[in-house]
């Protein structure tokens, strides 16, 4: 079927466009709806919201649609050349390392012929830089490793122990969902397609939950802290919160010392790249504004500069406009 979608659209593009590289065609989005959907190839399911910029690993010599045109679609169309449709009006329309993602909500499409060297090589054989990562546990360990002094110099001000203990609660739920999104995006692929190394992934992913019980104590404890501001129940939060940190530390070392060099071999950065959005999403406390400040104060300005540069522009806006501040306010107020 796939086949036969890409013998009736491709050769129509690249005749209108020839091979000079990047052009448009105009589409109806009905008569191109009822070309194909006796032929429609299902995708491979929505990542997050599929409302919000949702992604799909790009398949070589191959045309993936999630129907229904017209009404809300995705499509990636793919083959020497390569012709990707793009939804003409809405705005978040982007391109991530060479793979157009738009959410279709008009009747309107270009078709842009684009060159396919961008696309995916084998697994295997990907040279994926992992080393965001790296950032993650260190905004992590570092904001647990700083529990005894941020705790114990509110002392019992009910204002103050407002303040660190919603910067507590909300650093368990960034490490609950980094987990979580490692649980269902990084360590099923790797396991799938790294026989040799599956018994050591599965090891290693089984750690996070022996986090469980201290994060739910942590929980408990902040609650406590913050409905009755006192000495026992500061120190209460402390050691909760070093109980998170011990079993962390020497997991977080495992997962750099052999997690990452397969992720980096055995992952496309598209699917890579979904872990922090998935975070995003999936964050239930009410700063996850928290977790890319607190990312970003472990990179350099160059990295700083390329993690803007990679959002979406109506993200990057929220972001410098009304997060960014609001993580400067905040964390200056749990450090003073």
């Known amino acids: 079927m796939a086949q036969g979608i890409r013998q009736a659209l491709l050769p129509s593009v690249a005749g ?3 091979s000079s590289g990047v052009g448009s065609l105009r589409l109806n989005a009905v008569d191109f709806g009822e070309r194909l959907l006796g032929d429609l190839v299902a995708g491979r399911g929505w990542h997050g919201d599929a ?6 690993q790009p398949s070589l010599n191959s045309f993936q649609t999630v129907a229904e045109l017209g009404c809300g679609a995705r499509s990636v169309c793919e083959g020497p050349p390569v012709a990707v449709l793009e939804e003409l009006a809405v705005t978040d329309v982007y391109l991530s390392s060479g793979h157009w993602t738009y959410s279709a909500t008009a009747h309107t499409f270009r078709v842009n012929v684009v060159e396919p060297k961008a696309f995916m090589t084998t697994p295997g054989k990907y040279n994926t830089d992992v080393t965001d990562m790296l950032a993650v546990h260190k905004a992590l360990t570092g904001a647990l490793e700083a529990a005894p002094e941020y705790v114990a110099k509110v002392g019992v001000e009910a204002e103050r122990v407002e303040v660190v203990g919603s910067f507590y609660e909300n650093v368990i739920e960034f490490l609950h969902v980094h987990h979580t999104g490692e649980d269902e995006l990084i360590y099923p692929v790797l396991e799938e397609r790294c026989a040799e190394s599956r018994s050591e992934l599965e ?5 996070h939950k022996l986090l469980h019980a201290p994060m739910a104590a942590g929980r408990s404890a902040i609650a406590t802290w913050r409905a009755a501001p006192s000495a026992d129940n500061a120190q209460a ?3 909760a919160i070093a109980s ?3 079993p962390l530390r020497p997991h977080l070392a495992e997962e750099e010392a ?3 060099p397969i992720a980096t071999k055995w ?3 598209e699917e890579w790249g979904q872990l922090s959005g998935h975070s995003m999403m999936s964050f239930r406390a009410d700063k996850p504004w928290l977790m890319l400040g607190l990312v ?3 990179l350099n300005q160059a990295q700083r500069d390329r993690m803007l540069a990679g959002m979406p522009p109506e993200m990057r806006a929220m972001w410098t406009e009304q997060m960014e501040p609001a993580f400067d306010a905040f964390i200056t107020d749990v450090r003073r």
């Open 16 to 18: 209108s466009l020839g």
């Open 203 to 207: 090891r290693i992913d089984e750690q």
């Open 258 to 260: 052999v997690m990452l």
């Open 51 to 56: 409302s919000r910029h949702p992604q799909d």
């Open 244 to 246: 998170i940190a011990e």
């Open 237 to 239: 939060v402390i050691e």
């Open 296 to 298: 970003r104060e472990q």
């Open 267 to 269: 992952m496309s950065p």
